[in-house]
């Protein structure tokens, strides 16, 4: 029987570990945080004048310093702190490619599954005529549903990361009974309050804002990433309390 995730204890932990131990993660992922922030003004303010072949470029770039940062946060959170390295590291290993290819995998679990959904639920929607029946268009109904199942189903996964950044065996099965009886909890760790913390810089954004102002939003923005992940992070300490670090 897996243990019963507490939303509010990891909510409000994925905001004092870090700030506990902010030098350690200051140090650590300042880099990345920084590199990300840049790369995401850059094309802010010169993407309709980049090739598309230089945008996809780009992406590719943002996805690797992603990985290398939520590798590193992870690390940072489930493993003791002298563990880690103190600076942070510009090198690639199995261990990112791993993590990078779970990524990879729950984008596209989660696009099949969209697909999948909305072809279903169009069937269903059609064959009680909706439209003869309500007023209201079935659109937003059917991707409202859509994405609530989706984001079920990539929080029961999202599990694979911390797992994965701590060298533990990983599979979809150990993964998905990792969560078992969490699923809902999840969601909210997951997909409700990444959703608070993307809206929060959007509180202080203003029509034509200055280069400055853009430049500090942003770097804002990419640090709350350090508390989505270390929320994650927490998730999956308190569904594997008692062994090692994780599910092995």
């Given at each position: 029987?897996?243990?019963?995730?507490d939303?509010?204890k990891?909510?409000?932990g994925?905001?004092?570990?870090?700030?506990?131990?902010?030098?350690?993660?200051i140090?650590?992922?300042a880099n990345?945080?920084?590199?990300i922030a840049a790369?995401?003004?850059a094309?802010?303010?010169a993407?309709?004048?980049?090739a598309t072949?230089l945008?996809?470029?780009?992406?590719?770039f943002?996805?690797?310093?992603?990985?290398?940062l939520?590798?590193?946060c992870?690390?940072?959170?489930?493993?003791?702190?002298?563990?880690v390295?103190?600076?942070?590291a510009?090198h690639?290993?199995?261990?990112?490619?791993?993590?990078?290819?779970?990524?990879i995998?729950t984008?596209?679990?989660?696009v099949g599954?969209?697909i999948?959904?909305?072809?279903?639920l169009?069937?269903?929607?059609?064959?009680i005529?909706?439209?003869?029946?309500?007023?209201?268009?079935?659109?937003?109904?059917?991707?409202?549903?859509?994405?609530?199942?989706s984001?079920?189903f990539?929080?029961?996964?999202?599990?694979?990361?911390?797992a994965?950044?701590?060298?533990?065996?990983?599979?979809?099965k150990i993964?998905w009974k990792l969560?078992?009886?969490?699923?809902?909890?999840?969601?909210?760790?997951?997909g409700v309050l990444?959703?608070i913390?993307?809206?929060?810089?959007?509180?202080?954004y203003?029509?034509?804002?200055?280069?400055?102002?853009?430049i500090?939003?942003t770097?804002?923005?990419?640090?709350?990433?350090v508390?989505?992940?270390t929320?994650?992070?927490?998730?999956f300490?308190?569904?594997?309390?008692?062994k090692?670090?994780g599910?092995?």
């Amino acid at each position: 029987m897996n243990n019963k995730l507490d939303v509010w204890k990891i909510s409000s932990g994925a905001f004092l570990i870090p700030w506990r131990n902010r030098s350690d993660f200051i140090i650590a992922l300042a880099n990345p945080i920084l590199l990300i922030a840049a790369l995401k003004v850059a094309w802010f303010y010169a993407k309709e004048h980049v090739a598309t072949s230089l945008s996809w470029g780009l992406y590719i770039f943002y996805i690797v310093l992603f990985t290398m940062l939520a590798v590193t946060c992870h690390r940072l959170v489930l493993l003791k702190i002298k563990e880690v390295n103190s600076w942070f590291a510009f090198h690639w290993s199995w261990r990112e490619t791993r993590f990078l290819l779970w990524l990879i995998t729950t984008m596209l679990v989660s696009v099949g599954l969209t697909i999948i959904l909305v072809g279903i639920l169009g069937m269903l929607i059609s064959s009680i005529k909706w439209s003869a029946t309500l007023d209201a268009d079935p659109t937003s109904f059917i991707l409202g549903v859509v994405r609530i199942i989706s984001f079920y189903f990539i929080a029961r996964l999202s599990l694979v990361f911390p797992a994965v950044a701590v060298d533990e065996k990983a599979t979809l099965k150990i993964i998905w009974k990792l969560g078992e009886g969490n699923g809902w909890r999840l969601v909210i760790i997951v997909g409700v309050l990444p959703w608070i913390l993307t809206q929060f810089p959007f509180i202080f954004y203003r029509a034509n804002a200055s280069v400055l102002e853009t430049i500090v939003l942003t770097v804002l923005a990419c640090m709350l990433l350090v508390i989505e992940i270390t929320a994650i992070s927490l998730s999956f300490y308190e569904l594997t309390k008692g062994k090692k670090h994780g599910i092995s």
